[in-house]
T-cell receptor, first 113, second 117 residues
């Protein structure tokens, strides 16, 4: 059962453009939504996370937008750079159940210079 | 500051063998979680341990087991290896029990690449 659906599967963006990755979840009990960045041969690195009591969170060039009624959240990467080329995963968890993160399938981002 | 460390980096085993993977969490972190990441997919939750006790288990067969030691390091054991166990095994550490409205950020190690032939 795929509880977090992520799209697109892959994305090509020009340098300086905006990269947008979307996720949808099914379980309304989820209350923590992080995004991870993973480079080949490395473990996922936490980028930014949001709780459902806010609709947007921004950290540098990375912004999460959250729509609780639609059960959707998205990652926006502004001024995308070649160094942002990586695989991005959205995830969700329920605070009540501790650390179990449910991940999306991932989006391979390539930023062309 | 040292992050999460895992050993070994790579491992090649044959079907039916047993494997032990090791993880050391970030200093001060008391919780360790294990994930399996098959190529081209997102990580799948296997176990969570806190203060040496199992606090969560994912949908994996009993061939998978784990434990946490008094120094908070952890081992993941897989018995009777199958070809389908080939994956990147990730360890994530976090502070521990959730307090109030705080959330436990999880920090991942580089993983152990297991290949089963």
């Amino acid at each position: 059962q795929q509880q977090v659906k992520q799209s697109p599967q892959s994305l090509i963006v020009q340098k300086g453009g905006i990269s947008i990755i979307n996720c949808a979840y099914e379980n309304t009990a989820f209350d923590y939504f992080p995004w991870y960045q993973q480079f080949p041969g490395k473990g996922p690195a936490l980028l930014i996370a949001i709780r459902p009591d806010v609709s947007e969170k921004k950290e540098g060039r990375f912004t999460i937008s959250f729509n609780k009624s639609a059960k959707q959240f998205s990652l926006h990467i502004m001024d995308s750079q070649p160094g942002d080329s990586a695989t991005y995963f959205c995830a969700a968890s329920k605070k009540k159940y501790g650390n179990k993160l449910v991940f999306g399938a991932g989006t391979i981002l390539r930023v062309k210079s | 500051d040292a992050g999460v460390t895992q050993s070994p980096t790579h491992l090649i085993k044959t079907r039916g063998q047993h494997v032990t993977l090791r993880c050391s969490p970030i200093s001060g972190h008391k919780s360790v979680s294990w994930y399996q990441q098959v190529l081209g997919q997102g990580p799948q939750f296997i176990f969570q341990y806190y203060e040496k006790e199992e606090r969560g288990r994912g949908n994996f067969p009993d061939r998978f087991s784990a434990r946490q030691f008094p120094n908070y390091s952890s081992e993941l054991n897989v018995n009777a290896l199958l070809l389908g166990d080939s994956a990147l095994y990730l360890c994530a550490s976090s502070l521990g029990e959730l307090q109030g409205s705080s959330y436990n950020e999880q920090f991942f190690g580089p993983g152990t690449r297991l290949t089963v032939l």
